[in-house]
């Protein structure tokens, strides 16, 4: 597959994050994975999709770094136009769900760095409250009463 060089580039930073994995993905494009989780995927034609929750979601549009996704406007998917959001902010939104990802991790280590990472990252403080919200939710999930 031919990339455009910003494409190139991205595949280039992405993938040299600790424990990423890339492969094909099932709709073109490249995928990005953690273990199991896919962190997003990026298309030739230049637009980047990446998942999150529903809430993150919200913020992320609400602070213009995303759009509800393409296909799926209904769920957590984002789509991120690459020309009309940045090559930073596509690069910045992709590694934002690798630290959801990582913050949910079974080694403690690892969570706290991603969650170190993320509250000096320089968010808005609704994506970052977006963020905690979730975090909350799925230790509730989790530990039950808690």
């Not at 637009?47 to 996704?69: C, E, M, N, W, Y």
Request: charged share 20%; no cysteine.
């Amino acid at each position: 597959m031919h990339m455009p060089d910003w494409m190139r580039i991205l595949v280039e930073q992405v993938s040299a994050w600790q424990g990423v994995s890339v492969r094909d993905h099932r709709f073109g494009g490249i995928e990005f994975r953690l273990g199991t989780r896919e962190i997003g995927h990026v298309h030739a034609f230049g637009i980047v999709d990446i998942p999150f929750t529903v809430k993150i979601r919200d913020a992320l549009v609400r602070s213009g770094r995303a759009q509800r996704h393409h296909w799926l406007p209904d769920s957590g998917w984002t789509t991120i136009g690459v020309q009309g959001h940045g090559s930073e902010n596509t690069i910045k939104s992709l590694r934002l769900s690798y630290l959801r990802i990582q913050l949910k991790s079974t080694d403690p280590f690892a969570a706290s760095r991603a969650l170190q990472e993320l509250t000096t990252s320089g968010l808005e403080d609704d994506v970052l409250g977006s963020f905690v919200d979730s975090i909350a939710a799925s230790h509730t999930h989790i530990d039950g009463d808690h």
